[in-house]
């Protein structure tokens, strides 16, 4: 390994918690084709057992690392060819650990159009500068008298001329650029002011029409609501030191470099250049620099929980291979039904009018007791959307009717975000090609009921609508880290490989779309897999896609057992060890948790599988192709409360948790509209993470704080001590400035946020809800 190689996994090992050797491991596998959902589960003795997460950042942070490698290796080539590469500044560039550090010294060597400090040492007046700087005493304006020509005619065009030359050498200067982005990244305030006349138009932005706090320690829901008015033209934005307490420390850094320490005349011009420079140059990189970061640290943190609601959506709690009516509610459209069998095959579909304008409520209870009974439903699952509650009270009238002795299907409603854009999609009319695009809804909604990875992974996860800001973030990033929280998670799971279908198969390790399209048409084409092995007769799968997915596809009932665990067919041989020193059948101990127990994994450990290894085949013995998903549970919503004027504070409710932000929790409590249990209210404690205490499709207990049903905003606490005013509760509160309204008066604009549940954080945090 060389010596780059060498400190780039120094660097990712401090980065992940982990041993640069571990590191090397990991990216020798990943170079050589391995996927991360592979090597986290299969090849533990070999990174000596990072997890997924971990590999993720791994990889991450190596892509990262080697671009800047290659960045420092064209600087320096380029300067070199300049013939300006002198010992110390190669060493500067050997030590840049950030891109940002690496542009700042490449900076005066970077080809550039035409300055005005170009101009002016093409005139000459470089040396102006240089007696300015030499001799203090003298009087600027006497120096500039011996550099006057054609082309400089004044004394103040030359002054002028040596100031541009200055502010370009302080703009170009690594060390400078460097103390001052140090100090801005500690103590610069990000403000807010409305633009004239765009008060009306951007009202729910007025939080931020007079708003100043730290840069360092703004959350990333407010800098995104911030970024977001300003894009549309609504409020002006700045970054930079406070005015009276910083900004003489920022001048006192300039001219601190220029070496300024006295009143001497040449003194006082080169204190008014620096000035200068910070006004119109080094402000203006300094704002550019830290409005990038800011973004940049505002999508990383929008992106992260997106990803972590993403992952726990995808692997909530699956209902099971049950017969399954899909409603998908609609008044003047009707409601649209597709029954789909336990396999998910659709069956039957339907259309009711039960709401008006045709009000036929009782053709409606007739068509869905017809179909309850003749295809033996068991579940219902209702949509979440308009008139969800309404349809939910009609299945429960129509359940009612059902004799005693008749099983009662379970109704459930269902998240049906996304559910029209799978509608649209290519791959719904390609599964549905002679259903009306309205119907395939329902099947989806009834599909997620049964299993929602399998269903979801046919969604875009940006149309699933359980992320922050999510439009406004780099979405390139978003899709890389959305794809992987899929790909983890299908692979979590695992697939069966005769059912599942060719989405879902595609998101399994080594496979891929064209693959898995492949599988799928070999299955039709021959009847369903009877082992593993029989997956190298697809067309395009070879051994390595093989060795990176055949663990993640299980096969019920083969001629293999060990086919239906997680078991990686390379390691059946220490699998037939273990189950030969029980001296029972494979079949008879597979799910017996109690055959195991007499025997050690340190006995089976060998050259070729360690400890990691042989204690995960003795965990997939003993409960062969376990779902790690939750048990199947779901919420109860209150009778007779259905729509947002019915709450009142202090109503408890049970509810749905769809959605977790850096500032609370979204509850579906069943009005068509959630509502919002703040961070300081999830808890009686501290909860500076909302993910330690909840997660999207758990089931809570909430209790009805505030309601604003103009606004349709629903306070709600999880508190066992009453709640209240979310923002005076938190354990740590947020300074916030009201900063001066650009009006005539000049008066300082009083604060004007409501001071209940939706003042403050709280009405910010309704703002990131996409």
């Not at 993403?310 to 039904?337: M, N, Y």
């Not at 789909?340 to 045709?358: M, N, R, S």
């Not at 009238?397 to 029209?420: F, H, N, Q």
């Not at 979590?492 to 060719?502: C, I, R």
Request: proline share 5%; with cysteine; charged share 30%.
């Amino acid at each position: 390994m060389n010596a780059v190689a060498e400190s780039i996994a120094r660097k990712i090992a401090t980065d992940i918690g982990a041993r640069p050797e571990q590191v090397t491991a990991t990216v020798a596998l990943l170079d050589g084709g391995d996927t991360v959902p592979f090597v986290a589960r299969y090849r533990k003795e070999v990174t000596g057992g990072l997890d997924d997460s971990q590999l993720r950042r791994l990889a991450e942070r190596l892509d990262y690392l080697r671009d800047l490698e290659k960045r420092r290796a064209a600087i320096l080539s380029e300067i070199t060819s300049q013939g300006k590469l002198t010992d110390a500044l190669a060493r500067s560039i050997a030590t840049a650990d950030t891109k940002a550090v690496l542009e700042d010294l490449y900076l005066p060597f970077k080809p550039k159009r035409r300055t005005k400090a170009m101009i002016a040492r093409e005139n000459g007046l470089e040396p102006l500068l240089r007696g300015i700087l030499e001799d203090r005493a003298a009087d600027p304006a006497t120096l500039a008298q011996a550099y006057l020509s054609e082309t400089v005619p004044t004394e103040k065009e030359a002054l002028a001329g040596a100031r541009d030359i200055l502010v370009e050498k302080l703009a170009e200067n690594a060390r400078l650029l460097g103390r001052l982005r140090e100090v801005l990244q500690k103590d610069a305030l990000i403000t807010s002011r409305v633009m004239s006349g765009k008060e009306e138009a951007g009202a729910k932005f007025s939080d931020y029409f007079a708003h100043s706090e730290k840069w360092a320690t703004i959350p990333s829901h407010r800098a995104l609501a911030i970024l977001r008015a300003s894009k549309e033209e609504i409020v002006s934005v700045d970054i930079g030191p406070e005015p009276e307490a910083d900004l003489p420390r920022i001048i006192g850094l300039i001219t601190a470099e220029i070496g300024i320490a006295g009143e001497k005349p040449g003194d006082r011009w080169l204190r008014d250049a620096a000035e200068w420079a910070w006004k119109v140059k080094l402000s203006l990189s300094m704002f550019v620099d830290l409005m990038t970061d800011l973004r940049r640290r505002a999508h990383d943190e929008a992106i992260d929980v997106f990803a972590r609601n993403l992952r726990d959506l995808l692997l909530a709690a699956p209902a099971g291979a049950r017969a399954t009516l899909g409603l998908d509610p609609g008044i003047r459209t009707g409601c649209k039904i597709a029954v789909v069998d336990d396999t998910g095959k659709l069956l039957e579909t339907a259309t009711i009018y039960p709401f008006q304008p045709k009000n036929d409520l009782r053709g409606a209870e007739e068509t869905l007791l017809h179909l309850i009974r003749k295809h033996g439903v068991a579940l219902i699952a209702i949509g979440n959307g308009t008139a969800s509650r309404e349809s939910d009270r009609l299945v429960g009238d129509v359940l009612k009717r059902l004799p005693a002795g008749e099983t009662r299907p379970t109704p459930v409603i269902v998240s049906e975000a996304g559910a029209s854009v799978y509608s649209a999609s290519e791959l719904a009319s390609q599964e549905f090609p002679e259903i009306d695009v309205s119907l395939r809804g329902a099947v989806s909604i009834a599909r997620r009921l049964q299993d929602p990875l399998a269903e979801l992974v046919k969604i875009e996860p940006q149309a699933i609508g359980v992320g922050q800001y999510q439009h406004d973030v780099d979405q390139r990033r978003l899709a890389q880290s959305l794809e992987a929280v899929v790909e983890d998670a299908v692979n979590a799971v695992g697939v069966d490989l005769n059912m599942a279908s060719a989405p879902l198969l595609a998101h399994i390790a080594g496979l891929g779309p064209s693959i898995a399209q492949n599988i799928v048409a070999h299955r039709d084409a021959n009847g369903a897999f009877t082992s593993r092995k029989s997956l190298l007769k697809v067309p395009g799968l070879g051994p390595k896609a093989f060795e990176q997915s055949a663990g993640f596809l299980r096969i019920r009932e083969g001629i293999e057992p060990l086919d239906a665990s997680s078991v990686h067919p390379e390691a059946y041989g220490v699998a037939r060890r273990i189950v030969a020193a029980c001296g029972r059948d494979i079949r008879a101990i597979m799910g017996d948790s109690g055959a195991l127990s007499g025997l050690q994994p340190e006995q089976f450990v060998d050259d070729t599988f360690g400890l990691p290894t042989v204690r995960d085949i003795f965990t997939e013995l003993e409960k062969p192709g376990r779902d790690p998903r939750p048990t199947f549970k779901t919420a109860t919503f209150a009778e007779g409360i259905d729509a947002i004027s019915d709450l009142k504070p202090g109503m408890s409710l049970e509810g749905t948790v769809t959605n977790v932000a850096a500032f609370g929790a979204f509850v579906d409590i069943g009005v068509h509209q959630d509502g919002l249990v703040h961070v300081s209210q999830l808890a009686d404690r501290f909860v500076k993470d909302p993910h330690e205490v909840v997660k999207a499709g758990d089931i809570v207990r909430v209790r009805v704080t505030e309601v604003d049903v103009a606004r349709k905003r629903i306070g709600l606490t999880m508190r066992k001590d009453g709640g209240g005013n979310p923002a005076s509760r938190s354990a740590q509160p947020v300074k916030i400035k009201q900063v001066k309204q650009q009006r005539s008066t000049g008066t300082k604009k009083k604060s004007d946020r409501p001071t209940g549940a939706f003042g403050s954080a709280l009405a910010d945090a309704l703002k990131g809800k996409p």
